[in-house]
C-alpha cells in the first residue's frame, strides 16, 4: 500500500510541475489550435470537391479527423523535450538523488500529456464543427484513441529523449522517426487507395489505427473494424507503459 502511495505522490508531483509548464506556454496552445484550424479552412475545403471519400464523407472532415490524430501524437512525442530540457538546466541530475520513482514521474508526466491533449481534442472537435461535419457518433472510440495515441508517443517521446544531451537533435531524431508513421497512416489519404508497397507498410504501422479509430469515433466511417482496432492500441499500450519507464530509469542513470 505505502508502495502505491509513493507511485501516486511522485505522480501527482509530475502531473503539477508538467500542468504548469503547458498552462503558462500560451504560445504553445495557439499554434497547437492555430494550424489544423487553418490547414483544413485552407487546402481541406479547397479539395472537398475532389477529393471525397468512396462513402461520401467530405474530404475536410476526414482531414480534419486525420490532423487530430497528428496533434495527439507530435504533442504526445513532443512532450519528451521536457525531459532534454531537464538534462540542459540540471535538474534531471537533480532527480537522481529524490526519492521520485521512475513510475511515479512517468505516469504523472502521461497523465498531463493525456489532460492537455484532451483539452485540445475537445476545443478542436468544437471548433471544426462550426464548417466541416464533424461530430461524436462514438465517443468510446474517440476516448480510446486519445488514451493509446498518448500513452504510446508520449514512451516514444521518453525512449528518444533519454540519448540526448540538446532539443535540436531530439527534434531532428524524433521528426525523422514519426514523419514516416504520419504519412502511412491515413491522415491524409484513405490507405485503400496507396499502392500496394505503401498499403502494405500503412497496415503495418500501429498510427494507421489510431487515426481510423479517432475518425470512427468522429465520422462514424473507418476502414477496419474499430473493435479490432481499439483492442490492439489498448494492448499496445499496455507494452509501451512498462518501455517508458524502464527508459525513464535509464536516462536518470546516464
Avoid at 468544437?126 to 493509446?148: E, G, I, K, Q, R
Avoid at 502511412?184 to 503495418?204: D, I, K, Q
Wanted: charged fraction near 15%.
Amino acid at each position: 500500500m505505502s508502495a502505491l502511495l509513493d507511485v501516486y505522490r511522485d505522480a501527482a508531483a509530475i502531473f503539477y510541475r508538467e500542468w504548469l509548464r503547458y498552462k503558462r506556454d500560451r504560445a504553445y496552445w495557439v499554434g497547437q489550435l492555430a494550424f489544423p484550424l487553418l490547414f483544413v479552412a485552407l487546402i481541406g475545403l479547397g479539395l472537398d470537391e475532389v477529393a471525397s471519400g468512396a462513402d461520401g464523407s467530405r474530404y475536410s472532415a476526414r482531414l480534419a479527423a486525420g490532423l487530430l490524430a497528428l496533434v495527439l501524437s507530435s504533442g504526445a512525442v513532443g512532450g519528451g523535450i521536457t525531459l532534454v530540457d531537464d538534462r540542459e538546466s540540471g535538474f534531471l541530475r537533480a532527480l537522481c538523488v529524490a526519492p521520485l520513482g521512475a513510475t511515479g514521474a512517468v505516469l504523472g508526466k502521461v497523465a498531463a500529456r493525456w489532460v492537455v491533449s484532451g483539452a485540445l481534442l475537445g476545443l478542436l472537435i468544437l471548433a471544426f464543427s462550426f464548417f466541416t461535419p464533424l461530430a461524436v457518433p462514438h465517443p468510446w472510440a474517440v476516448l480510446v484513441a486519445l488514451t493509446a495515441l498518448t500513452v504510446c508517443f508520449s514512451a516514444l517521446g521518453v525512449a528518444l529523449a533519454v540519448w540526448f544531451l540538446g532539443s535540436e537533435s531530439f527534434r531532428l531524431i524524433a521528426a525523422l522517426v514519426t514523419v514516416p508513421l504520419y504519412l502511412l497512416s491515413g491522415m491524409f489519404y484513405t490507405v485503400e487507395r496507396l499502392p500496394a508497397v505503401a498499403r502494405v507498410l500503412a497496415t503495418a504501422n500501429p498510427l494507421t489505427y489510431g487515426v481510423d479509430l479517432l475518425r470512427y469515433g468522429l465520422l462514424g466511417t473507418s476502414e477496419f473494424s474499430p473493435e479490432a482496432s481499439a483492442l490492439g492500441l489498448l494492448v499496445l499500450s499496455a507494452l509501451c507503459l512498462p518501455l517508458a519507464i524502464w527508459a525513464y530509469r535509464t536516462g536518470l542513470r546516464r
